[in-house]
């Protein structure tokens, strides 16, 4: 199975929208995404997707007074959504300011440990 790769927009009335999608996915950390989301599905009975979500104003409070463009670089399991990195971008210089991993991501301590397990008792 292929890598699909949907970006997604709030607002597709903005060309300035259409160009900040094309930066991202020309990110080395979208491409990371893409491979690594490739071979999973090589692997997987489940399909994953990595996909752009694009929110045209910033929520983040720094970003108050500036014009800053977000997306949101998402992996889609079919039972879950995870965002994998913050994009923000500058939309009157018209370039990407930073690309944030994001704090929580699926690591091998998130699947629990033997002793999360509860057992019932010896008899």
């Not at 979500?53 to 014009?67: L, P, V, W």
């Not at 889609?76 to 994998?84: A, D, G, L, S, W």
Request: glycine share 2%.
């Amino acid at each position: 199975m292929a890598c699909q790769t949907s970006p997604k927009s709030e607002d597709t009335s903005n060309p300035g929208t259409e160009d900040f999608a094309k930066l991202v996915t020309q990110l080395d950390e979208f491409k990371q995404e893409q491979k690594r989301i490739d071979s999973i599905n090589k692997k997987s009975a489940f399909p994953v997707t990595v996909s752009i979500e694009i929110i045209d104003t910033s929520f983040f409070d720094e970003d108050k007074g500036k014009n800053i463009s977000l997306a949101f670089i998402t992996e889609q399991h079919p039972y879950e959504k995870r965002t994998m990195y913050t994009v923000k971008y500058d939309k009157d210089n018209k370039k990407i300011v930073t690309v944030t991993k994001a704090h929580k991501q699926f690591e091998k301590t998130d699947a629990g440990t033997p002793e999360d397990v509860p057992l019932p008792p010896i008899r």
